[in-house]
């Protein structure tokens, strides 16, 4: 079976407004959060970020931590690791991972405040921007570095409306960005990660394209979460919807599989991390 049925793209005109105000605006940025699924940790990676940050301190906030196959995250994160990335793993509904992003942030507003003082200037705050992909934790990050005592600051001079600081801590304000790709998802494999694990909008992509390779790919990658999670003997490619329908009793009239239905059950099993853990990235 084909795994890549259809070609997936989806680059609104919105994403490319966001990406033209933070070229514009990312003179005013001291370090970037930028914020990947572990469990497609290079699928979900933007692909032309570098154009966009312009060689700024980064810190690679890896999410979802808690639901990726750890073995295999691990050896995608000792590259980036290699490549002279700061790492920084996070199962944000623990809270696990802030404490070392706000140390690192820390140690990154000591340089360049002593930079500053090299020059005669005083301290001021650090100004973080979180970038990411749609739907990979960036707001339950913001959430989770905020905490209650968040503040926005309002729009800076010069920046346009659509970009707004919220001050975190004594000593860190935060610009959000929306979620954005990039204009031409080349690899459609990684496109068909982002749509499996929701970072297209559901409404452009093909339920059974993405539901077929969500099955495809589990079933050469992680083919004893399938049995476990479907309660089956043993995984047939040709047969495993009607499986699957027979299981969950999602059956039309006649005893007919709903493919609709099954459909929607694989795909929100995976995202909502019932079909164990994975990654889908090698």
């Known amino acids: 079976m084909n795994e890549n049925k259809t070609n997936i793209n989806w680059y609104p005109g919105h994403m490319a407004k966001a990406k033209r105000t933070l070229k514009e605006n990312i003179n005013l940025v001291d370090v970037v959060y930028e914020v990947i699924d572990s469990r497609m940790p290079v699928s979900s990676k933007i692909v032309d970020i570098d154009d966009i940050i312009k060689g700024k301190p980064r810190i690679l906030v890896v999410t979802k931590y808690d639901l990726c196959d750890k073995e295999e995250t691990n050896i995608l994160l000792q590259k980036y690791t290699n490549d002279g990335y700061i790492v920084i793993t996070c199962d944000l509904t623990k ?75 004594n000593d860190i304000e935060l610009m959000d960005s929306p979620g954005i790709l990039w204009p031409k ?92 853990k994975i990654t889908l990235d090698r």
């Open 185 to 276: 998802l080349e690899n459609q494999e990684h496109a068909h990660n982002l749509a499996a694990l929701s970072s297209i909008k559901e409404e452009i992509i093909d339920r059974e394209d993405i539901a077929k390779y969500i099955i495809v790919k589990l079933a050469n990658l992680y083919p004893k979460n399938l049995m476990e999670r479907y309660s089956l003997e043993k995984i047939d490619i040709d047969t495993i919807y009607d499986d699957i329908a027979a299981k969950r009793k999602v059956l039309k009239k006649g005893g007919v599989c709903d493919y609709d239905k099954v459909y929607a059950i694989i795909i929100k099993d995976l995202q909502e991390g019932l079909l164990g």
């Open 95 to 169: 809270n696990i991972g802030i404490k070392e992003i706000l140390e690192k942030t820390k140690q990154i507003s000591k340089n360049m405040n002593e930079e500053r003082a090299k020059k005669g200037l005083k301290p001021r705050k650090i100004r973080a921007l979180v970038i990411g992909a749609p739907n990979v934790g960036k707001s339950t990050l913001i959430n989770r570095l905020v905490g209650r005592h968040a503040t926005v600051v309002g729009d800076r001079p010069g920046v346009t409306q659509n970009v707004s600081w919220i001050r975190i801590s």
